[in-house]
């Protein structure tokens, strides 16, 4: 299989070594993409980002959730959180994923802690995105969205361009502030399209769709033919900045972030933090073996 995305998908997944890495501490070059271990590390790498005019997302890392006890401690976690988000008026909000929450446990008792959530950042006026994972968890995401939307209005979703339902979704979902992505796990034919030109131009499409008639929209990619497409576009329909934002995450394409936010658009930095990095940062890797240099930098630099 080699150094493949399929390979780097299948360790993202593995349960032993994503348990095993909570105790490693930021390992294999993953200090360069995470923003630290703990509420503060985080606080201090979301004030530098908005110091530069950059808001963030920020993502308490966590999957693989299947005890109880963990999905509880996330819930407390992810609040605390949203206390320091509103304690040190950071210009951010939060993303998490429906699993982390015990999505896989129990639907009732995993919307019961998302709404707990939600609730509080209410109260704050704090916006929080529900991340979308694999196909499987899908269906189950969009009801939980569903649910808690007939009382709060703080939520946003994702809409991945490589399932063959993405259009529908995203016209579902067109008045909910939209964060459109390719889509970053491994989906068979049957439900999404596998080469990369069809997804890229999917991933447009549902971008033009949603910035001529949606709320507001996060275009959340490292691709700077998509980012340019984008700025062609939204001048030649007069399209507001105000309606839009670019997204990337942290300790990607640093330079490009800072670029097009002195370039006077939205632009909002993804900011994962917390001992639960090992799938995410598997999945960095799947996408982009490049970033495997991420890893021998850490090595060499010691
Ligand atoms: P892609 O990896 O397709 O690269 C296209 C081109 O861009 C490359 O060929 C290269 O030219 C350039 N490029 C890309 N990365 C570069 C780099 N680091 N340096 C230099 N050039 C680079 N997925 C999901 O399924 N659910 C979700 O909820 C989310 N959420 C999310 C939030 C945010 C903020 C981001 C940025 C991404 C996600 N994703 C996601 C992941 C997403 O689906 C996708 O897997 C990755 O963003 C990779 O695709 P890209 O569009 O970034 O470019």
């Known amino acids: 299989m080699g150094l493949t995305r399929d390979f780097f998908i299948l360790l993202s997944q593995n349960k032993v070594l994503n348990s095993g890495a909570k105790r490693w501490g930021l390992k294999l070059g993953a200090q360069s993409v995470v923003a630290g271990t703990s509420i503060e590390e985080m606080v201090e790498s979301v004030k530098k980002l908005n110091a530069k005019g950059i808001s963030a997302t920020i993502d308490n890392l966590g999957e693989f959730v299947f005890e109880k006890s963990e999905a509880i401690e996330a819930r407390i976690q992810i609040l605390a959180v949203v206390e320091a988000i509103h304690e040190h008026k950071l210009d951010a909000h939060i993303s998490l994923k429906a699993t982390q929450l015990g999505l896989d446990i129990d639907y009732d008792f995993c919307l019961a802690n998302l709404r707990e ?76 399209h596998q080469d990369k030109k069809e997804i890229d131009q999917n991933f447009i499409q549902l971008i033009e769709y949603h910035l001529l008639y949606g709320k507001f929209t996060s275009i959340a990619t490292h691709d700077h033919h998509i980012i340019n497409h984008v700025k062609k576009f939204v001048e030649v329909n007069n399209i507001s ?62």
């Open 241 to 302: 900045k105000g309606k839009f934002e670019f997204q990337m995450l942290y300790g990607f394409r640093n330079e490009l972030q800072l670029k097009l936010a002195e370039e006077g658009y939205n632009f909002c930095t993804y900011v994962p933090f917390g001992i639960d990095w090992y799938g995410y940062f598997m999945r960095r890797l799947a996408e982009r073996p490049q970033n495997l240099n991420l890893v021998a930098k850490q090595m060499f630099n010691k």
């Open 117 to 192: 959530i939600v609730a509080k950042a209410c109260e704050y006026t704090i916006f929080i995105n529900f991340d979308m994972e694999d196909y499987g968890h899908l269906q189950p995401s969009f009801d939980i969205i569903d649910e808690l939307s007939k009382d709060y209005t703080n939520i946003g979703t994702v809409v991945q361009a490589y399932f063959y339902e993405a259009d529908d979704n995203l016209k579902k979902y067109k008045d909910y502030r939209m964060r459109i992505v390719k889509g970053a796990y491994k989906e068979p034919e049957n439900l999404a």
